[in-house]
């Protein structure tokens, strides 16, 4: 499956943000960056597994939705946080 190859790399390169320096101002927008990424993979890679099982509403779902609906399927799941995230 493409997309969590897409997703597992990009989280690999994410988890060594704290062997960065934080302090530098360039360095920190690239990890804004990454973890944007992350997020919009992630989502996205959520959308492709609730379509394996069968929910009608990842066909066409905002993010929003699709964190919400992930919530009733997946117990891993914690809405308050992916939502925080999306905001």
Not at 4 to 10: D, L, M, Q, W
Request: a negative charge; aromatic letters at 14%.
């Amino acid at each position: 499956m493409k997309k969590y190859e897409n997703f597992a790399s990009a989280l690999a390169n994410l988890e060594d943000a704290p062997n960065q320096d934080l302090n530098n101002d360039f360095v920190q927008s690239g990890l804004i960056n990454k973890f944007n990424l992350q997020f919009e993979l992630s989502w996205k890679l959520l959308k492709r597994l609730l379509e394996y099982e069968g929910a009608t509403l990842a066909a066409s779902g905002s993010p929003r939705a699709i964190l919400k609906e992930s919530y009733r399927f997946y117990d891993f799941i914690d809405e308050a946080a992916w939502l925080d995230m999306l905001r």
